[in-house]
């Protein structure tokens, strides 16, 4: 039924060998759809359509103008193209689509169209017409190349360990040898760099709460925080369900966190267990090592992916032919790993910085959750169905990750090894929560409280941090590692507020392993279902779609976790 033999669309409005250059050459077109009149049902979904490729060709230029710069940050040409279209093209976008927003909205012919089918997307056009300023323009672009430079700053990050220089990714796979003192020298040297830069990252996070700030105001908003979850399309949930998730995460989890590191300590042997321990082995264990190279990386995933559900494998298949890989660590890329749809070519793009650990494995099946769903949603009629809820996103992603672990045996030669990467991605799955709560609470302070200096935004986080930090972890003497420890997380500089949905998405990932571990032929139905469904439903019935409540409530986090830990008995006995 789904192939992974994607074509690129075909275009009807633009040429086929359009590209990106000017603002010029790009105007005519938003000044036909504009002009253009609609005087039936079936010119406004031919106008629709027009828009849609449109859309989808500009979304591709920018996406791959990001991904470049994102590949090498040092590349100042690439910097500059990226620069151009953020600064250029963008601003003068979005009046044109404030006004065609404006123009579908005052059609007659709306209330013709299949209601149930265009609910999200007129709901979201009405959004943005809501949120629509003249003034933020301005501010949207020069914040979107501001964003980037936390990219650039950390790309530059390096430390040195036995006469070699590692990027600060690479360097933690030190932090699972069994060498203590050596782990405790690398997360020092790890933390002491990016101290280095504390006072720029500082610097650089100020002037973006500030812009926010303005950007909030400038809405008709009291803060940011308002403003972005109306942006962000948070239609299902508010901030006090945020704090219900944050109650819910000391109530139900963090005694499992606990648990989890009582056990670690006991097994390493050590009389305290200290930040430089939680990924380590004991010595009769040997740390994992999956793959060496970001080319085994992929074909031992696609061999993982055939034995699940060859349609996943396929997809991964296509974006390594068409090049849509980038996967190894090194010097000048940026951090962290992303899957960036492309809505033109319907083939995404993974970015990652492997470095042979387990949690490379982690991140790339994970990754390839997510291109799973950009392959499921590129068949759907308009580019704007295709823009799905991130919370539904990250279902794709932290699902595949459970789905695929009994496949695993591909990077893993012994059973012993399959078990001990199993344990590791369950205890995972339980000790992120803590962590989720610590960044999304923060969010919410920084941006209600937006006057804030920078010594007291290092006061909440050190107060926040430790709120979830588990008693069984020794944090004596790190103080200064800590007070700037949420530099790290690139959400905060570069995509705000998006990180509770990590949380409510491990949710319903573990909701859809526990259908899985029932019924694999069905759980793997319902969730390419809801994945093919795009933006097309709320996130309450996308979630339906994948045989889950959307209710992250005390009660159904106490389930899951009841669950999980179940689950886990199996490797801990």
């Known amino acids: 039924m789904y192939s992974a033999d994607i074509k690129k669309l075909p275009r009807h409005f633009l040429p086929a060998d359009f590209t990106v ?79 065609l927003n404006k123009k579908l909205i005052g059609s007659p012919f709306i209330k013709e169209l299949d209601q149930k089918k265009f609910f999200t997307y007129l709901r979201t056009v009405k959004k943005n017409i809501e949120l629509f300023r003249d003034e933020n323009i301005p501010i949207l672009a020069e914040m979107s190349v501001m964003q980037q430079q936390y990219g650039v700053i950390a790309g530059k990050m390096t430390v040195e360990v ?7 990714q690479q360097a933690t796979k030190f932090l699972e040898n069994n060498d203590r003192q050596l782990r405790e020298s690398v997360y020092r040297k790890i933390g002491n760099r990016r101290l280095q830069d ?17 950007i909030a105001l400038n809405a008709g908003f009291k803060n940011y925080r308002d403003y972005k979850f109306v942006e962000m399309g948070r239609f299902d949930y508010k901030p006090e369900d945020c704090f219900q998730f944050h109650q819910a995460v000391k109530e139900k989890i963090l005694p499992l966190v606990n648990e989890i590191y009582e056990r670690k300590k006991k097994k390493l042997g050590v009389d305290e267990l200290r930040p430089w321990d939680l990924e380590a082995h004991p010595a009769d264990e040997k740390p994992l090592n ?39 660590s090194r010097k000048g890329k940026a951090p962290g790993g992303y899957n960036c749809p492309l809505a033109e070519s319907g083939a995404p793009f993974i970015f990652m910085n492997a470095a042979g650990q387990m949690d490379d494995v982690t991140t790339m099946v994970h990754e390839g959750g997510h291109a ?41 030669t012994s059973e012993q090894e399959m078990r001990q ?30 006057t804030h200096t920078q ?25 200064e590692y800590r007070r700037y420890f949420w530099q790290k997380q690139l959400h905060l500089f570069e995509v705000p507020f998006y990180y509770i949905e990590y949380g ?31 933006g097309t439903g709320t996130l309450p019935e996308l979630f339906n779609t994948a045989g889950l409540r959307f209710d992250f409530s005390p009660t159904v986090v106490g389930n899951l976790m009841a669950f999980i830990h179940d689950e886990m008995k199996a490797f801990t006995k």
Not at 383 to 411: G, Q, R
């Open 290 to 328: 999956p793959f060496k190279t970001g080319d085994e990386l992929v074909e031992k995933t696609i061999a993982c992916f055939e034995e699940l559900k060859p349609f996943f494998a396929d997809c991964l298949k296509k974006m390594k032919t068409m090049g849509h890989l980038d996967l190894d």
């Open 198 to 214: 504390k006072e720029v990252m500082n610097n650089l996070f100020s002037s973006l709460i500030e812009k926010r700030h303005q």
């Open 455 to 479: 010594e007291e935004r290092s006061d909440k986080w050190v107060e926040i941090f430790s709120e979830f930090t588990s008693p069984v972890l020794d944090i004596s003497g790190l103080e």
């Open 21 to 99: 250059t000017t603002w010029d050459k790009l105007e005519p077109f938003f000044i036909d759809l504009l002009e253009r009149e609609i005087n039936s049902k079936n010119a406004l979904e031919n106008w629709l359509r027009d828009i849609s490729e449109l859309e989808a060709a500009l979304s591709e230029d920018g996406c791959w103008r990001q991904i470049r710069m994102t590949c090498d940050t040092e590349s100042k040409e690439l910097e500059n193209a990226f620069t151009f279209f953020v600064m250029e093209i963008q601003p003068k976008v979005q009046p044109y689509a404030d006004k």
């Open 372 to 412: 799973v769903h950009s392959f499921l949603a590129h068949t759907l009629e308009l580019t704007s169905f295709k823009e799905y809820p991130m919370e539904i996103a990250e279902v794709a992603s932290m699902a595949m990750e459970l789905f695929t672990m009994d496949h695993w045996h591909v990077f893993f």
């Open 504 to 534: 409510i998405a491990q949710l319903g990932a573990i909701g859809l392993w526990k259908q899985f571990k029932e019924n694999k032929e069905q759980a793997l139905n319902n969730y390419i279902s809801a994945l093919a469904k795009g």
């Open 421 to 450: 990467a199993k344990e590791h991605q369950l205890e995972r799955v339980i000790t992120i929560f803590p962590w989720i709560a610590t960044i999304d609470k923060f969010q919410h302070w920084l941006y209600e409280n937006p």
């Open 162 to 168: 036995d006469g070699k220089e590692y990027t600060l």
